[in-house]
C-alpha cells in the first residue's frame, strides 16, 4: 500500500500478523464457539504476473491455512476477490482493461484447481459496489477516478468476471456452491409521490440491482442500461459476454447488511441519482511477497 507510506500514515504491513499467527487465531475461533471462517484469498499472493505464473509459496500458505481450519472443525467459506487487484493489472488499466475478465478466471481456476477439496463454499467477490462506485465514480477509493463512464466499464467486468468464475467453478465440476457478496443497501423514499418512487427505482438500480439482477437473474437492469445509454456509449456491452452472463448465475447471495438510504427526487440538475462524499485520491500497490500482509 504505498500510498500510505507515501502520505506517512499508519499501514497495515503487519496488522494482525495473521500470515504468522493463523494457527493461533483459528485455535481460538474454536475456542469461542465459532463453527466457520470467512476470509478471502489474495489474488496478488497467488499468481505472480500477467503471464499467470503461479506463486507456489502462496499456494503453501493457504493450504496450511485451510489445513488448520480443518483440524479445529471451523468450516471455510471463501471470497476469491476482496478488492486486492494485483498492480501489474492496476498498471493498465484496472477493472477498465477487459484483458482482467479472464486473467480473474485464471486464478479463479488456479484457486479451484488448488483448495477445491478444502472448500465447498465459495463467492467470486465481496461487495462489488463499494469498489467499484468509490473506485471509479466518487473517487475516494482506488484508483480515484470520478467518472460516470469509467464506472459503467468497471462494473460491467467485474460482473462479467464474476460470471467467468461461476462458469469455470461449475464446468469443472467442484463440489460445493458458489456465489458473490453484496452490501445491500434497502432503498427508502421521503414520501409516496411518483417522483420519488421513479427516484428510488434509480437509487436501487444504482445501489443494488445492477449487482443482484445481473448475479442471480443473469441480466443487468434493462431500465438502468436504457438511461445510461441516453449519455454514454455503452458498446463496451458484448452480445456474447452477456449471454455467458446469463447462463452462469449464482448459486446463493451473500448480504452484508450496513445501512439503508433514504432517496428523494433530485431537481438542481438532470441526474437521476446523487451521492455526496468526501473525496481523497488514493493509489495502492499489492504484492506477491511472501509475508505480505493485505
Known amino acids: 500500500d504505498y500510498y500510505l507510506h507515501e502520505a506517512g500514515l499508519e499501514n497495515g504491513d503487519v496488522a494482525s500478523d495473521h500470515y504468522h499467527r493463523y494457527e493461533e487465531d483459528i485455535r481460538m475461533m474454536k475456542e469461542g464457539g465459532q463453527n466457520s471462517y470467512r476470509f478471502s484469498l489474495s489474488w496478488p499472493r497467488i499468481i505472480k ?12 500458505f493457504y493450504q496450511n491455512l485451510l489445513d488448520t481450519c480443518k483440524k479445529y472443525d471451523i468450516e471455510p467459506f471463501v471470497t476469491l476477490y476482496h478488492w486486492d487487484l494485483p498492480q501489474y493489472w492496476e498498471e493498465t488499466g484496472g477493472w477498465l482493461d477487459h484483458d482482467v475478465c479472464a486473467a480473474f478466471e485464471h ?4 484457486c479451484y484447481d488448488h483448495f477445491g477439496d478444502k472448500i465447498t463454499n465459495w463467492t467470486t467477490f465481496n461487495e462489488p459496489k463499494w469498489f467499484v462506485a468509490n473506485g471509479y465514480k466518487i473517487g475516494n477509493y482506488p484508483p480515484g477516478y470520478q467518472d460516470t463512464h469509467k464506472t459503467m466499464i468497471a462494473a460491467y467486468n467485474v ?3 464474476s460470471a467467468l468464475g461461476v462458469k469455470a467453478f461449475k464446468e469443472g465440476g467442484y463440489p460445493g456452491q458458489i456465489g458473490i457478496v453484496h452490501s445491500y443497501t434497502p432503498v427508502n423514499g ?12 434509480y437509487a436501487d ?3 443494488n440491482n445492477w449487482i443482484l439482477d445481473t448475479a442471480a437473474l443473469g441480466e443487468f437492469p434493462v431500465d438502468l442500461i436504457a438511461e445510461l445509454a441516453k449519455s454514454h456509449d455503452i458498446s463496451f456491452m458484448k452480445t456474447d459476454e ?3 452472463i446469463k447462463q452462469n448465475t449464482v448459486d446463493f447471495i451473500g448480504l452484508n447488511y450496513y445501512s439503508r438510504t433514504l432517496v428523494k427526487p433530485y431537481t ?3 441526474l437521476s441519482y446523487n451521492s455526496t462524499t468526501v473525496v481523497k485520491k488514493a493509489k495502492v500497490k499489492f504484492s506477491s511477497k511472501t509475508g505480505s500482509n493485505k
Open 49 to 60: 504476473n500477467r503471464q499467470g505464473d503461479i506463486n507456489l509459496k502462496g499456494i503453501e
Open 107 to 110: 486464478y479463479a481456476k488456479v
Open 159 to 161: 460482473m462479467y468476471a
Open 190 to 201: 421521503v414520501d409516496e409521490s411518483i417522483e420519488t418512487k421513479i427516484a428510488m427505482r
Open 205 to 207: 438500480n444504482y445501489c
Open 242 to 244: 452477456l449471454q455467458t
Open 268 to 270: 438542481a440538475a438532470k
